[in-house]
């Protein structure tokens, strides 16, 4: 639950998505449920010239089970806050 509470804070900010078939996608976060999946709008592909199939998209939904990462803006890091609910992730479960 860390990383969903984590997530529905940044709903509205502009994140980068990287799935485990090496596509990344770029786009503002809309949603996120309890799985992780994750719903962008305004997306585009950051390697456009690899999937050119996908410039027309402009909103997407992801499964949550094909994230291999999910890129922050660096103004939306705050590492004291992400500390903080980590020990108590830790001392609690």
């Known amino acids: 639950m860390l990383f969903f509470s ?9 994140v ?3 799935l485990k078939n090496d596509l990344a996608i ?3 976060l ?3 449920d309890q799985y992780l999946n ?3 709008e305004n997306t585009r592909v950051v390697d456009q010239e ?12 992801i499964r949550g089970s094909v994230v291999r990462y999910v890129q922050l803006p660096p ?10 609910a980590t020990r108590r992730e830790a001392r609690d479960g």
């Open 75 to 84: 103004e939306g890091v705050d590492i004291e806050l992400l500390h903080d």
């Open 6 to 14: 984590y997530f529905k804070d940044l709903v509205g900010r502009e």
């Open 16 to 18: 980068t998505v990287e």
């Open 26 to 28: 770029r786009g503002t």
């Open 38 to 40: 994750i719903k962008l």
């Open 50 to 61: 690899k999937y050119p199939h996908l410039l027309s998209v402009r909103n997407c939904f």
């Open 30 to 32: 809309h949603s996120v």
